[in-house]
């Protein structure tokens, strides 16, 4: 594809928030809120950060529950906007139109001339231009590889890979490798067939969206029939002049004036070169805009229907769920379940004892002096495997009985609450059943 590059106001949003996107993307692994990283999918070591809060498999239902209010959001954008997201904040397309694309115009000029070079003999000029942009395509690359394994690794661990010899750190090496081959070849030679063939969010737009629906459209009651201005010609003719300059400057190139279609990933370029055209033949503005299939053939305007509203109520039931359990959520993740299978032990000085065992996950960074309180101060407590120092983002197992004198056993299941602590801060309080024979009091 060769598509024309035309700067108007939309592209100048979307090349604003590519920029703070692309400066997000490339910081995000080196941000530290509370000594975690911004963002870590550390999928190898099942350890998960975001917004420097650590989640561990224990958390998997937040995170299904977070997925559920992506898919739901995305469903809902759709449904209300089309493919937008595609041509304004998908990683492909922002690293695709506002990185390579450049750096292939600063290299070899405008859509003209890279198609005259595309075609022409294999030149002294040719051969420097083609070195010139794939040399670069590949060390950036190279730099979304390095940086895309930082999610994965964290940066820490990336900074020993690029420092320390490669013999130390032969996973790593070859993951930058696949990672750098893989980005080159989609952005040098798969480019736009990943919006058009590969990814799957086209083809759910057709599904997802109806008349209520506003996407990049062509007016065509305004701009039919169309034409080139003549004062001689007596018929009426649209505004559409068919410059053919929607389709050139399409990345995708599709012509929107054909009704929507699955390529189309809503990145507005048609609109804005159509303004352009518009402004200079001194006709209105947006023959080509947001639109729905409503607005254009009945003239109303954009509402938010009952489809809309049911997707946002089960978005709201989503989030609440997620924001309800992350709050609810302790630093120290411990389990205590009395050891299956063992009976209660008569123990000396008149106490009836059962065994438990604690399993704990220190969530945070920082170091917790565990210890276990139980909430009668007659209940005792005898360690096997004492908790101790849980070191930070740690696992610990704790083993002991707990000691009840006989006297207090009025039936076969005592209820037990047990209070971890961390010296003398309380972090998180347990229920737990206690077996005794019936009757103790005898």
Known sequence: MYPVIRKGKLYEYRTWLSYAYLVMFFAGPFIRISGQPFLLLNVIERRFVLFGQVFWPQDFFLFVLAML??????????????????????????????????????????????????????????????????????LVSFLIANTFLAYVIGSETLIRIVTEPVTRHWSGFFSICI???????????????????????GRLQGVLTDKHTLVVAYNYLRGEPRGKRSKKEEAPKGDCVDCHLCVDVCPTGIDIRNGTQLECINCTACIDVCNHVMDKINMPMNLIGFYSEEMIRQDKKPSFTGRMKAYSAVICVLLVGLIYFIAQRSDIDITILRSA????????????????????????DSKRRISLVTSNPSIKIKYIQAPGILDKEGAGKAVFFLMIPTKQIRSMKTEITIKVMDQHKLLQTINTTFIGPVNGED
């Open 341 to 364: 299978g063992m009976l209660y032990q008569e123990q000396p000085g008149g106490y009836i004892s059962n065994i438990y065992n604690a399993d704990m996950i220190n969530k945070t």
């Open 179 to 201: 990672f750098t081959v893989v980005f080159y070849l989609v952005y040098s030679q798969v480019r736009e067939l990943v919006c058009t063939v590969i990814c799957p969010y």
């Open 69 to 138: 209010a992506g898919i739901v959001c995305i469903v809902l954008f759709t449904i209300a906007f089309g493919r937008v997201f595609c041509g304004w904040i998908c990683p492909q397309t922002i690293f695709m139109e506002m990185v390579f694309r450049k750096i292939e115009v600063w290299i070899e000029g405008d859509a003209k001339k890279r198609r005259k070079l595309d075609e022409g003999a294999w030149t002294q000029e040719k051969v420097f231009k083609k070195s010139a942009k794939h040399v670069l395509f590949f």
